[in-house]
Nanobody, 128 residues
């Protein structure tokens, strides 16, 4: 059984940085497409970034709103996926969720309903 646990959220000023971590237990993170999504109050859950499983080349994909500011990475030894967030803006404020799926196809990678496993979420607040 796959379990995901996020950490690293908090309050940061505009322009600051945070690094989120998502630890997978029960399986190997390299065998799953790992995604980060976020949800702000009153809004739908939206795609942030994803990294495909190692067998399909570990390509990374980003929402236009975070491209150039956020970076997803995977540490197989620690069974952890990271989301490095730089140049944070108030509009990045949301609950950030880690997700995983073993059979994800590229055309579905931005669709939250296609992911089988989810963490509990971690709050990120960008405010002065």
């Amino acid at each position: 059984q796959v379990q995901l646990a996020e950490s690293g959220g908090g309050l940061v000023q505009p322009g600051g940085s945070l690094r989120l971590a998502c630890v997978m237990s029960g399986r190997s993170v390299r065998d799953y497409t790992m995604g980060w999504f976020r949800q702000a109050p009153g809004k739908e859950r939206e795609f942030v970034t994803a990294i495909r499983r190692a067998a399909t080349g570990s390509s990374t994909h980003y929402a236009d709103s975070v491209k150039g500011r956020f970076t997803i990475s995977r540490d197989n030894a620690k069974n952890t996926v990271y989301l490095q967030m730089n140049s944070l803006k108030p509009e990045d404020t949301a609950v950030y969720y880690c997700s995983a799926d073993q059979t994800m196809i590229l055309s579905s990678i931005r669709m939250p309903e296609q992911y089988d496993y989810w963490g509990q979420g971690t709050q990120v607040t960008v405010s002065s």
